[in-house]
């Protein structure tokens, strides 16, 4: 996918491992990017209560105890999510942006600030680019087992860097249109109780769903109303399950 998760919800208004959990009205696959981590722990906790397997995608970003999601203070974390059957994938290392193809077998990359830094990828530097956060994310965790997917932050790709990464061996994975909650949104402007009614409403059969693990401009969190909103979608008879290896469109 191309466009921004701000842009959708505008315009309309993320133990062993499992492998396949469809109910009666069909399968989500949850995924969560990496983000400002806050809430990491609660939301862990919720999936582990109602036994939902999601794909997890990794990115060194900063995060609210001023270290780095993939430094070594974060590896009891992503080891614990391991053990309960996540699976992972990779979001970049640096989560800048994928901006225009300057020539053929290029890429323009720009961090979000653009005065913070920005670079133009070659096909090896690509494939660093994307393969660093799940080798780190190994060494890390052992055990994580990584699938051959990326997603592009902010979901903004361009044809070459589609057509590159596919040469790294991955597959882009965005999510589907019902699929963005709304975790990043302005609360005030779109409160909980208003996303989550949303959320169990229109989510439909081989929804992929973005969430992060805590998003530092929102003031009202949505991990609060996560908990219901997957007893909401159980309830229609969803089950949950980690993306297949080859994706899902």
């Known amino acids: 996918m191309t466009f921004g998760r701000r842009g959708v919800m505008a315009a309309m208004l993320a ?3 499992v492998t396949h959990a469809q109910g009666a009205a069909g399968t989500v696959y949850l995924t969560i990017d990496t983000g400002w981590s ?5 939301i862990a906790a919720i999936l582990a ?14 995060t609210f105890r001023g270290d780095r999601t993939l430094d070594a203070s974060w590896a009891p974390f992503w080891q614990a999510r391991a053990a309960e059957g996540h699976a992972f ?15 053929p077998g290029r890429v323009r990359y720009v961090a979000w600030n653009p005065k913070e830094g920005e670079t133009v990828l070659d096909q090896a530097a690509l494939c660093e680019e994307l393969g660093r956060p799940t080798a780190r994310l190994q060494a890390l965790a052992p055990t994580a087992r990584i699938l051959p997917l ?11 860097a589609l057509a590159m990464a596919a040469a790294c061996g991955l597959t882009h994975q965005g999510w589907t249109a019902n699929g963005f909650w709304g975790d990043e949104l302005d609360a005030a402007q779109y409160p909980n109780a208003s996303l989550a ?10 929804e992929v769903v973005v969430l992060h693990w805590g998003v530092r401009s929102r003031r009202e969190p949505f991990a609060q109303v996560l908990e219901p ?12 399950a980690p993306l297949p290896p080859q994706g899902r469109g």
């Open 15 to 17: 133990a062993p491992a």
């Open 229 to 240: 909103v997957i007893e909401g979608l159980k309830a229609r008879g969803f089950g949950f």
């Open 49 to 62: 209560r109602q036994g939902v397997r999601a794909t997890l995608f990794v990115a060194d970003e900063p």
């Open 150 to 160: 990326w997603r592009a932050p902010g979901g903004r790709t361009t044809p070459n």
């Open 38 to 42: 806050r809430e990491a722990e609660q």
């Open 197 to 206: 009614r949303r959320a169990v409403e229109t989510t439909r059969d081989g």
């Open 89 to 103: 994938a990779t979001h970049t290392w640096r989560h800048w942006y994928f901006r225009g193809d300057p020539a």
